[in-house]
């Protein structure tokens, strides 16, 4: 096969799976230029792709708030997930935050268990970003965070919380105490949950892409030597991106 070929193939592939994942481009005159009976084959097979992919993410992201009657993989066959289809860009953030957005408001109309409720949705909304984001991130001049990390103080303590529900055991007042968690995901699909002290939220925090470590430095009035340590860790769990200049 040519080089040519090949290129002319890969090329062709590119734009199906374009096709296939974004449906503005489904909308659009820059989509594939297919009759009308198969643009609406390829729709729905679109759309039976995006189901699946969310539904799997769901299951396995809000898989605690399920032990109360919650369903999250019923959310994939609402009106509201129907009409975000529409215009959905499967694997992208923007999707990732609407579907999470859109299930949390319908889970939080339910009883509440107890009252740690939004602080269990939350947490697994953040885990769900990183479940169900597929975006890639290169590196920059400056250390940056990669767009689905996130990192969130809660009024619970999650990790004991997560435990007692597994085990059904009581959630008591006890549990009431803050806890800063680290939600991120490597390029490799690892998901990392990890609860990160008061140094590290501050240089994830001013890691925003247009300050170099000494300035990340001077603003959280941390030490070099921290503020390295503490980047190649976030790096490391592909909570932000390396700085290109190494």
Not at 147 to 156: D, G, K, L, Q
Not at 173 to 185: D, M, P
Not at 191 to 196: G, H, S
Request: charge should be positive.
């Amino acid at each position: 096969m040519s080089e040519a070929r090949s290129q002319s193939d890969r090329d062709l592939q590119d734009k199906v799976i374009t096709y296939l994942v974004d449906a503005t481009v489904r909308r659009s005159s820059a989509g594939l230029p297919l009759p009308p009976d198969q643009a609406q084959r390829a729709s729905r097979f679109a759309r039976f792709l995006a189901r699946r992919y969310y539904r799997d993410r769901l299951a396995r992201s809000f898989r605690y708030s399920r032990r109360f009657g919650a369903s999250p993989e019923a959310f994939v066959d609402t009106p509201a997930f129907d009409a975000f289809l529409d215009d959905c860009v499967l694997g992208s953030l923007r999707a990732a935050e609407t579907v999470g957005d859109l299930l949390v408001e319908h889970f939080r109309a339910l009883p509440a268990p107890g009252p740690w409720w939004n602080d269990l949705l939350e947490y697994e909304r953040l885990f769900f970003l990183q479940a169900a984001t597929s975006e890639n991130t290169s590196a920059t001049e400056f250390p940056r965070p990669v767009p689905s990390a996130r990192c969130r103080t809660f009024s619970w303590d999650l990790p004991n919380l997560l435990l007692r529900l597994k085990s059904a055991e009581p959630t008591g007042q006890e549990l009431r105490r803050e806890v800063t968690l680290l939600f991120s995901r490597t390029h490799l699909g690892r998901i990392y949950v990890v609860e990160v002290d008061e140094a590290t939220t501050a240089v994830f925090h001013a890691a925003d892409g247009r300050r170099s470590p000494a300035q990340i430095a001077a603003t959280t009035a941390l030490s070099a030597a921290v503020v390295q340590q503490v980047l190649r860790g976030l790096a490391q769990v592909g909570a932000v991106v390396a700085s290109s200049k190494g």
